[in-house]
């Protein structure tokens, strides 16, 4: 591979985002007016799957091209996109502020973590930036969303930091993580833009703790209050990624640039009576946002109906940059979807797993949480599930023996559990999820959230609703 004949690679992943929720795909409210531009020269993958519902594993999957039992969330003797394209001569950088996403930092030549001590930095030796930063936070209302302002400002600022000091020396990949996450917080003028009069009466009666609002009940009101910020939250990030483009135009780069824009999974607003991304792996959660801007291909867009998976990034990245050197795709799951939509491959059918909750790893926390909000039935989602998903069906196999089949065409909605009507298409789609199961050695992740995590980690994963 002659790198330097090799195109640039951007990939932007953003953490919580719901496919529903992306204009560009149905939405009525304009939360994504840049992504919508940039789709219209791109391939926008319809029915886009996430491997799991939560950062780890996803990232783990996105960076080597397997699935979560097989990486057991981490990049350990796997080969992964930095690996690769570094052998081709290219310089690789990673920014995020998610304590999950940052144990993947040692793939990469250099890494962004961004913490309070970014801030502080950025104060002690950027007069310039802490300038634009100050105008930006003066316009705020409240300080609730100044944390979500400093997270898509230092990224952005990084990002571009990076770019001006390494694109000249040649090819480079870059992962971008912006954040939509729980609690949602958007800054001036995106809280306004999607609040009206009488939500903005609601905000100061707003309840952050996720697990009191399953617990008890979210009344309509506070549930379209959620929406709206949540939609805000979408429309800041996605001026944020306009920003970095526009920055790349500037310096000759964008025609130069892949650009892959996903998210690692959605987040529930009030569907089987949930919030946030925890214990199931139903549509809103896996149903993913998945584009891809090639400088030479599809000028003027394409769709993409069949099934893709989030893992198939790496896969597709070989394909395109015409990567083959021997093994370079060994212990790889993903697949490419340039072969996809050539039609010389498919996916029949996609498969999402989730092992966190089952009852080695989530004792203590179901214990938690029956201690502190007490009258919901925590344990039904103490188990295992992996879900097999088809264009017409979802089956979710449960360690438990809990499963459930949904019909999406009828049902899109996954409220009647078919798995004891159907019992023939259950019984078949068993089989074949069972099937996947042994088709490799899986293996039990490690558990990532534990006692030894500093104060600060600590009070973040307790920010953002898992502890």
Request: hydrophobic residues 35%.
């Amino acid at each position: 591979m002659n790198s330097f004949d090799k195109q640039n690679v951007i990939l932007i992943i953003i953490d919580s985002l719901r496919r529903d929720h992306v204009s560009c795909y149905g939405y009525p409210k304009a939360t994504t007016p840049f992504i919508d531009e940039m789709s219209n020269s791109s391939v926008m993958l319809e029915s886009a799957i996430s491997p799991s519902a939560w950062t780890l594993p996803v990232f783990a999957s996105i960076l080597t091209g397997t699935y979560p039992s097989r990486n057991r969330h981490s990049m350990d003797r796997l080969q992964t996109i930095m690996e690769i394209l570094r052998r081709g001569g290219y310089r690789t950088f990673g920014a995020t502020d998610n304590f999950f996403a940052k144990t993947f930092q040692n793939g990469f030549d250099d890494f962004a973590f961004l913490s309070r001590r970014s801030m502080a930095d950025m104060c002690l030796h950027d007069a310039g930036g802490v300038a634009q930063f100050v105008q930006m936070a003066t316009k705020q209302r409240s300080t609730a969303s100044l944390r979500s302002l400093a997270s898509g400002f230092l990224t952005n600022k990084v990002c571009k930091d990076w770019v001006d000091r390494n694109h000249k020396a040649g090819p480079f990949f870059m992962m971008a993580h912006y954040s939509v996450h729980w609690p949602y917080a958007p800054p001036e003028p995106f809280l306004s833009r999607f609040l009206g009069v009488s939500l903005r009466h609601e905000m100061k009666n707003i309840r952050r703790d996720v697990y009191e609002l399953i617990s008890q009940g979210e009344s309509e009101a506070e549930l379209q209050l959620l929406k709206s910020l949540y939609d805000g939250q979408i429309a800041w990030i996605d001026s944020c990624i306009e920003d970095l483009v526009d920055h790349l135009t500037s310096q000759g780069l964008y025609e130069k640039t892949v650009i892959i824009i996903t998210a690692d999974h959605g987040d529930l607003l009030g569907e089987h009576g949930l919030l946030h991304h925890e214990f199931v792996l139903y549509e809103p959660l896996i149903r993913v946002p998945f584009i891809m801007r090639f400088p030479d291909l599809f000028e003027n867009g394409k769709k993409y109906s069949g099934l893709v998976q989030t893992l198939d990034v790496l896969q597709t990245l070989i394909d395109y940059l015409g990567i083959g050197w021997p093994g370079v795709s060994k212990e790889m799951q993903g697949r490419s979807i340039l072969k996809m939509i050539a039609g010389s491959e498919e996916r029949e059918y996609t498969i999402s797993e989730r092992a966190d909750w089952s009852s080695k790893s989530s004792r203590e926390k179901i214990s938690h949480l029956e201690k502190e909000y007490p009258g919901f039935n925590w344990r039904r989602y103490v188990q295992e599930i992996v879900a097999l998903r088809t264009r017409d069906c979802k089956y979710i196999w449960s360690s438990e023996g809990r499963h459930e089949l949904y019909d999406l065409r009828h049902d899109p909605q996954e409220t009647r559990n078919q798995i004891t009507i159907d019992k023939s298409k259950g019984s078949e789609l068993r089989i074949r999820t069972e099937a996947w199961m042994r088709s490799f050695s899986r293996e039990e992740p490690d558990d990532a959230v534990n006692g030894d995590l500093e104060g600060s980690v600590k009070e973040r994963l307790r920010a953002l609703g898992y502890l």
